[in-house]
C-alpha cells in the first residue's frame, strides 16, 4: 500500500544569509549540548575548546548542520535564565565560527533575544525552536526580520511537564493540523524557509512516537524538509530495557526507517553512524528492482 504523502517533493535548497544550501540529499545535524543535565552525558560540553573539537569531530564525519544548545529541554528539566543562556552560547558559536567560519550552524532556542543576538551577532545560520513560538509570542516576527531558515518542532505542553500523561484523539491529525496553521503564520510574514519536525518525545508516549516515525510520510504533503530527532531517545533505551548509552544501534535502525519515511535531515549525537546510515540506504536504493518473469 502506497504512504500519505509519498508522491509530495519535499523542497531541494533553504537559504541562509543570502547563501544557497542543497537540502537534496539527506544530511546529518550533530548536537553539540553546552548544557550541565542534557539527558545523554556525552553530547555535554562546557569549555570552548571541546566545543570547536566537537564542532570538528562533526564535520570531519560528515555532519552537515552543527547544532548548538545551551538550554537543556529533556523531559522535567529546568529552563535556565536568558542570561545564562546567552552566556553559554556565545561561547560555544564564537568557538566554532573563530575556526569553522564556513560552518552551518543552527542555534537551539526558544527565545527571541536569544535567535536575535545569535544572528547579528555570531552569524548563525538556522534556528530551531522546540516550542514553534509557542515559549515567545516575538519569535516568529523575529524569524521573518532575520531571514534564517527556521525549525518548526511540535511539542505538546512545555519541557517541564509534557510527559505528564500526553493524550491525543488521532496524532498525526492533530500535529498535521498544529504545523498547518504555523506555517500559514510563517508564510503570511514572508518566513519559506522552514523545516518541519514532529518533536519525537516531546509530549509523546512511546506509542505516539513509533505512530508518527511510521507515518512521517505524511508530513511530505508540506512539501518542506523534515527533520526527526530520534538519536539515543528513550523510545529507543525504554523499550529495549537498557540505557541512552547503549541506544546507538536502535538509532541506526529508528534512522534508516525516518529516511525510508521521507527525513530530510537527522539531528544526531553519533554522527559517523548517521552519515553511514545514509550512504548504506543510498546504495540500496540506487539499485535497480528485479524485473519478475
Given at each position: 500500500m502506497e504512504q500519505i504523502g509519498s508522491h509530495f517533493k519535499q523542497r531541494q535548497t533553504i537559504t541562509s544569509n543570502g547563501k544557497i544550501i542543497s537540502i537534496a540529499k539527506p544530511m546529518v545535524m550533530g548536537i553539540v549540548n553546552v548544557t550541565n543535565d542534557s539527558f545523554f552525558s556525552a553530547s555535554r560540553f562546557r569549555f570552548g575548546y571541546t566545543i570547536a573539537r566537537r564542532a570538528e569531530q562533526i564535520l570531519s564525519e560528515g555532519g552537515a548542520i552543527i547544532d548548538v544548545g545551551a538550554c537543556s529541554t529533556r523531559p522535567g528539566a529546568m529552563v535556565v535564565s536568558e542570561e545564562l543562556e546567552l552566556k553559554r552560547l556565545s561561547k560555544s558559536l564564537n568557538a566554532i565560527k573563530k575556526k569553522f567560519p564556513e560552518a552551518i550552524v543552527s542555534v537551539d532556542t526558544f527565545r527571541a533575544n536569544v535567535a536575535r543576538k545569535m544572528v547579528e551577532d555570531f552569524g548563525a545560520n538556522i534556528i530551531n525552536d522546540i516550542s514553534a513560538g509557542e515559549m515567545d509570542a516575538k519569535m516568529f516576527e523575529t524569524i521573518a526580520e532575520l531571514k534564517v531558515p527556521y525549525i518548526l518542532m511540535h511539542m505538546k505542553g512545555t519541557p517541564d511537564n509534557m510527559q505528564q500523561n500526553p493524550t491525543y484523539n488521532n496524532v498525526i491529525k492533530e500535529i498535521f493540523i498544529y504545523f498547518n496553521e504555523k506555517i500559514e503564520k510563517l508564510k503570511r510574514l514572508g518566513v519559506n524557509d522552514i523545516i518541519i519536525d514532529p518533536g519525537f518525545g516531546f509530549g509523546k508516549t512511546i506509542e505516539h512516537n513509533y505512530t508518527i516515525l511510521k507515518n512521517l510520510n505524511a508530513f511530505r504533503l508540506f512539501e518542506l524538509p523534515i527533520l526527526a530527532g530520534v538519536s539515543r531517545k528513550s523510545m529507543i533505551y525504554k523499550s529495549l530495557n537498557t540505557n541512552?548509552?547503549?541506544?546507538?544501534?536502535?538509532?541506526?535502525?529508528?534512522?534508516?526507517?525516518?529516511?525510508?519515511?521521507?527525513?530530510?535531515?537527522?539531528?544526531?549525537?553519533?554522527?559517523?553512524?548517521?552519515?553511514?546510515?545514509?550512504?548504506?540506504?543510498?546504495?540500496?536504493?540506487?539499485?535497480?528492482?528485479?524485473?519478475?518473469?
Open positions: 541512552p548509552e547503549k541506544a546507538l544501534n536502535g538509532t541506526s535502525v529508528l534512522n534508516t526507517i525516518a529516511l525510508n519515511n521521507g527525513a530530510t535531515i537527522l539531528r544526531v549525537h553519533d554522527v559517523k553512524e548517521a552519515v553511514e546510515t545514509i550512504k548504506l540506504l543510498e546504495l540500496t536504493q540506487k539499485q535497480p528492482d528485479f524485473q519478475y518473469l
